[in-house]
């Protein structure tokens, strides 16, 4: 069984407040939605990283009750809430008698909670450990939540490949859809950036950092790039099969086309390699055939202005296209930061029109990589854009989304 | 996937080698000789001074007989995780390099390297936040081991770690088996590893779930569960793939399935619904009925609530017959290897099911009339018909998954 699936909702929470509609506008200004981490817990080197994409304290309440916030972690909270905004933006009435299924990544899951339990273990005793901060801990943690705030009976998934995850979960949802084996499913990603986690990215040289006279931003292909914007929030995206989003009127977002995964085994645990040749074999090979590679007309880049995973990103592409001219690619990422799964609220709008501006803070070329971020132009609405998620530690996930 | 043309699909997919390290030792055979043994693994340990935790007792693997060139810079899970898969590589005399693009990792995993980053975290504490070394953690992520597995093996195809608390192993190897019946890979890596860790060891104890003695699933005095560590690794191909290269088929993967309570975080919903509905939809998934199976590695945590919502699940499945279908729980004699424990199941289930030989418990405990359940105590039982085997986990989060292997004769 195979049905075509389609993307009916998106909800979203991150940096750029809450809804499709604040990320849309925050996408489109092309502006880095940074703001000052707080540093002072001593886990950041002098010099480090300074900003982070962090979520701003919002009224949820339209989602999410504050007697029930209060008794979630920061990712379990940030995905019921994109979870129950998708829904509400799909127009599903009542998911009851439905079979649902939740797929969720995570790169980090509850790091608060986890700091906070291992502090208590090591400092007060294992005795004081607050059973609270484990249940809430565990890495299906959202995922879990979410099926239990929105009553989801099927399968209920987390996957932890770090930048890979969200395209991989909008992957596996798809497919849970597609094989009959879901009526809906709700595919995302959640992440929260702590001060600790925020300070050992800046000490693995992983964040962008002030440096040479430049100031400290996220520049996607960018020949002076250091580093990524760390971010935090989640997205979540409905599918449906196609025949049944259109039984009950609703007006899909986008086709889930084709998906894939692979692996580059150069890459070490923490950094990404340089194996973009074999990457971009098996990214033509997914594109041969029903979406073939002419018919791309956006990327979306997971680049998120790391050093050598955009160098990888770019040999991926380079490969893949083989000479030939790739289509417009726009960097999300520069704008949201990376975790906390807005690349696939991103792609989901892009796939349904959503304009990208430039990035502000993107400066010059890589002579290497001789790819630029789209330039903000108006252009017409994709046919097929291409989602990238390339990971370090050597995880890679590609899908296709098609304009309906 | 959706819109794509797959042409004619692999319908079965086979077992053709099996890795593990347990607290039974380094390999398959040790763990085989301690399953049939009977005794358990779970006593005082090492891993970390528990002596201020509220229970004192894990089942903890043995130090490796020789070193295994991983680096410095590898958790320990990482380690049992490439052990594993090497093993499990050299038991179906496969070589990757041939084709590494068609070969897949599926891992779960609930903790990575948490016991380094535990350690980074006291080095912090004790020497000042910038001096602790961050190499530490390098691999502390919960992709770790099955990344490690990738990388030490060179495969080149997806790779997909599942950290789905106790479901996450099985769940993986739920994912293999998608991924081979869709054509995507001719050969999958499916496994797990967890080692122990302050955090979890800590945690369980502070839901009271963690029993002062070795756990005794399904027994009227149970008291919660042991912790565990290790890894397993199922070398899973397609059946076309396997005979192409004159691989003998150990065991066929016939069905998985995965549902949700949707019910509580921490606790099972009571009727067991939601494991009922994986186990039927597994068994739906393999192309059997209930009345097929001939017994049942159950997950068998040992904690009240857990032990009653899954023999509830089998009488909901299995009906008058539950009592009369063999059931075992290879926690009682490695403990809880929580992402992990999927995994090390269905390679105990294949075991069991090849060797037409169910692994005992042990003896302690008195049995609960409540539960219902036909227990292989004390010594191993023959098995008159070995055919059909299920094996199943629930996990925190309310989720639940079940595998279904049958007798390569079959396939």
Redesign the interface.
């Known amino acids: 069984m195979?049905?075509?699936?389609v993307a009916t909702g998106i909800g979203t929470i991150g940096a750029h407040g809450a809804g499709r509609e604040r990320l849309a506008e925050a996408l489109a200004a092309g502006r880095p939605l940074a703001m000052e981490i707080d540093r002072s817990?001593?886990?950041h080197?002098p010099a480090g990283s300074r900003y982070a994409a962090l979520a701003p304290v919002l009224d949820l309440t339209p989602w999410l009750p504050s007697a029930q916030a209060r008794r979630l972690g920061r990712p379990s909270r940030f995905a019921l809430v994109a979870a129950r905004m998708a829904i509400e933006d799909a127009g599903i009435p009542a998911l009851d008698g439905l079979r649902v299924a939740?797929v969720l990544a995570?790169?980090?899951?509850a790091v608060a909670f986890?700091?906070k339990?291992?502090?208590q273990?090591?400092?007060e005793?294992?005795?004081a450990?607050?059973?609270f901060?484990?249940?809430?801990?565990?890495?299906?943690?959202a995922?879990?939540?979410v099926?239990?705030g929105?009553?989801?009976?099927?399968?209920?998934?987390?996957?932890?490949?770090?930048e890979a995850g969200p395209v991989?979960a909008l992957?596996?949802g798809?497919?849970e859809?597609?094989?009959g084996?879901a009526d809906v499913a709700i595919v995302g990603a959640t992440d929260e950036m702590t001060p600790l986690l925020h300070?050992?990215l800046d000490?693995?040289h992983a964040t962008a950092r002030a440096e040479d006279g430049r100031d400290e931003a996220a520049r996607p292909f960018d020949g002076g790039r250091n580093g990524f914007l760390a971010g935090e929030g989640a997205s979540a995206i409905v599918l449906e099969a196609e025949e049944a989003a259109r039984r009950r009127g609703a007006r899909p977002l986008a086709?889930?086309?084709?998906?894939?995964?692979?692996?580059?085994?150069t890459?070490t645990?923490?950094d990404w390699g340089h194996?973009g040749a074999?990457l971009g074999?098996?990214l033509a090979a997914m594109l041969d055939?029903?979406a073939p590679l002419e018919s791309i007309d956006r990327i979306v880049s997971g680049a998120s202005g790391s050093r050598r995973g955009d160098r990888l990103e770019a040999a991926t592409l380079r490969a893949a296209w083989s000479g030939r001219s790739l289509p417009p690619v726009v960097t999300p990422k520069a704008v949201i930061g990376e975790y906390g799964g807005g690349i696939l609220a991103a792609g989901a709008l892009a796939a349904s029109g959503a304009r990208f501006g430039f990035p502000t803070a993107w400066m010059a070329p890589d002579p290497e990589m001789t790819i630029s971020p789209h330039d903000g132009s108006p252009l017409d609405a994709p046919r097929r854009v291409l989602l990238t998620g390339l990971?370090a530690?050597?995880?890679a996930a590609w899908a296709v989304l098609e304009r309906i | 996937m959706p819109g794509a043309d797959p042409g004619p699909l692999p319908t079965d997919i086979v077992i053709t080698g099996l890795g593990a390290v347990t607290p039974f030792g380094w390999g398959v055979g040790p763990l085989w000789e301690g399953l049939r043994r009977g005794a358990t693994a779970i006593g005082p340990f090492s891993r970390f001074d528990a002596s201020r935790h509220r229970t004192h007792l894990a089942a903890e693997v043995p130090e490796r007989p020789s070193p295994d060139r991983l680096g410095p810079r590898v958790s320990l899970a990482d380690r049992l995780a490439v052990a594993s898969a090497r093993e499990a590589l050299g038991h179906a005399d496969l070589d990757l390099r041939r084709c590494p693009e068609r070969a897949g990792v599926f891992f779960g995993s609930s903790n990575g390297g948490m016991l380094e980053s535990e350690r980074f975290l006291e080095a912090a504490l004790r020497d000042g936040r910038r001096r602790a070394r961050t190499s530490a953690i390098v691999s502390q992520q919960l992709n770790g081991p099955g990344d490690a597995v990738a990388r030490a093996l060179r495969v080149e195809g997806p790779v997909e770690t599942v950290s789905s608390a106790c479901t996450s192993g099985a769940m993986a190897i739920g994912g293999a088996l998608r991924a081979l019946r869709r054509g995507e890979i001719d050969v999958a890596l499916a496994g797990g590893a967890d080692s122990l860790c302050q955090i979890t060891y800590a945690g369980f104890n502070a839901l009271r779930s963690v029993d002062e003695a070795a756990c005794r699933p399904f027994r009227a005095d149970r008291a919660g569960l042991s912790l565990g560590e290790g890894a397993a690794v199922l070398v899973l191909e397609t059946g076309a793939a396997a005979r192409a290269r004159g691989a003998r088929p150990i065991a066929v993967l016939a069905g998985e399935a995965s549902a949700c309570d949707a019910h509580h975080m921490t606790a099972p919903a009571p009727d067991g619904a939601g494991a009922a509905e994986a186990i039927r939809m597994a068994l739906a998934d393999a192309g059997r009925t209930a009345d097929d199976v001939d017994f049942v590695n159950a997950h068998g945590t040992g904690t009240p609530l857990n032990d009653a919502a899954e023999a509830a699940a089998l009488h909901a499945v299995f009906g008058p017959r539950t009592g009369s279908i063999p059931v075992t729980s290879t926690k009682a004699l490695i403990g809880h290897l929580l992402g992990s424990a999927g995994a090390i199941e269905a390679l105990a289930t294949v075991l069991c099911l090849v060797r037409r030989e169910l692994h005992p418990m042990p003896a302690a405990g008195t049995l609960d009339p409540a539960i219902g359940l036909d227990l292989v105590i004390a010594s191993p039982r023959p098995l008159r018909r070995s055919r059909c085997a299920l094996s199943t986990n629930l996990a925190f989060g309310g989720s639940n998954a079940a595998l279904v292997f049958t007798s390569a004769g079959r396939a």
Not at chain 1, 2 to 5: E, I, M, P, Y
Not at chain 1, 255 to 265: I, L
């Open positions: 195979s049905r075509a699936v817990g001593g886990w080197s939740v995570t790169s980090f899951g986890t700091e339990l291992v502090e273990i090591l400092i005793g294992p005795e450990a607050q059973p901060y484990f249940s809430e801990c565990v890495a299906n943690a995922a879990a939540q099926a239990i929105i009553k989801a009976t099927g399968a209920n998934v987390t996957l932890t490949q770090r991989l992957a596996r798809a497919r859809v597609a094989e084996r300070g050992l000490r693995f086709r889930v086309g084709r998906t894939a995964s692979g692996f580059d085994p890459a645990a923490s194996g074999s074999r098996r055939g029903q990971a530690g050597g995880a």
